[in-house]
Each structure stands twice: as structure tokens, then as C-alpha cells.
């Protein structure tokens, strides 16, 4: 049923084959279109790798959303890392190998390597320092390692130019790690970035 307000030229709801709506805070008229069906083998496949995605990224979204230089425009850390995926969602499938997690024109460090230690009580982490003239003193690298299967998640960072960092955590036996990490540096209150890079420790 629609609903005609005459004093703002406007209606909302459907009145015939019209559909009057709010769009950017605009009055708007339509044609009405019959809604396609929602249950379609390729929504399904849509939807599946939208929850795959999303879920292995909600493990660490939040811990990195003041170490990305993503252009989040309203939108959450987590949800831009998924947009930046899309193709990846459309397929249905979590590929953790093929996950981008950061974005940029910075290079990023060379010859990481990552380890659990003896007792499984940290990740120790050294790589070669980023450098350039696009890299400053405050560039950081930051390190990601989860574990959807096991709800594990670590994370930290470290001036790009000590190539070490630690992170304290206590790694279930049976981890299989899926390891992200990239550079972020800053121009002002502005962030940079480089693409994240992807590693196994199991």
C-alpha cells in the first residue's frame, strides 16, 4: 500500500506499477520490478563465500583497525577487507592464501620468516627492513597469524626498522597459521600501506 503525503509531493510504498522511496535522502519514483529469486545457486555461492570470508576476518579485524591504511569510507575495517576480496566471495570459497588484507603503493619488508617458539608461548618474527624514499622512521610492519578452525588469533607490530618483533601468545598445539603482514607508514594524520604479503606456520 502506498502512502501519499501531499504537502511534500511525495509518496513511499507501491500505487500500481509506481514505487515511490527514499534514495540518498531523495524522493524518488520507480517502476515496480518483481524481485528476482533470492535462493539462485550463484546467491548461494555468493552468500557462502561472503560468511567464509567475513568469519575468518572477524578474528582480527578489530585488533588491526588502527594499523590499516585501508579507505574505510563509514565502513568497518573488516568490511573493507572483504571488499577488497570480492572476487574471492563471488567464488564461494575462503582462500587464505590468496586473502588481501592491506593495500598500497609501499614495498613491502623482504625475507620474513616466523617461528613457534619452544613451549608454544610466542611467534617470533625478523625480516629484512622495507626501504626506499617512500619509507619513513615510523613505518611499521604489522604481523597477523590465525587459525579459523581453532578461533586463534594473534597480532602485533614493530618499527619496520628493528626487523624483530615477539608476540607473546600461547599457540594451540594442532595450529595451522595462516600469517599476513605488510607496511604502514604515515604522512601526517594520513596512513600508507603496502599489499600484505601471505605466509604458513603450522
Known sequence: MGILN???AS?????????GAKWK??????????????????????????????SFVALFADQIKTLSALN?????????IIKLNKEMVATGTLNESALLISRGGLPNAAGLTA???????????TWTPATGATISDKA????????????????????????????ATTVPNGANLH?????????GSSKVASPSNYKNLA
Do not use: H
Open 11 to 19: 509518496w513511499t510504498g507501491k500505487v500500481g506499477q509506481t514505487v
Open 140 to 167: 611499521r610492519l604489522v604481523f597477523v597469524a590465525a587459525d579459523n578452525d581453532l578461533n586463534f588469533v594473534a597480532t602485533g607490530s614493530a618499527l619496520n626498522s628493528t626487523g624483530t618483533l615477539t608476540l
Open 72 to 80: 574505510t569510507k563509514g565502513m568497518s575495517v573488516r568490511n573493507s
Open 6 to 8: 501531499i504537502l511534500k
Open 25 to 54: 535522502n531523495k524522493s524518488t519514483i520507480r517502476t515496480y520490478t518483481k524481485p528476482s529469486d533470492p535462493n539462485t545457486p550463484a546467491q548461494q555461492t555468493v552468500r557462502n563465500g561472503f560468511g567464509e570470508v567475513s
Open 179 to 187: 600469517c599476513y603482514f605488510y607496511i604502514i607508514d604515515y604522512r
Open 115 to 125: 617461528n613457534i617458539a619452544s613451549g608454544r608461548t610466542s611467534i617470533n618474527i
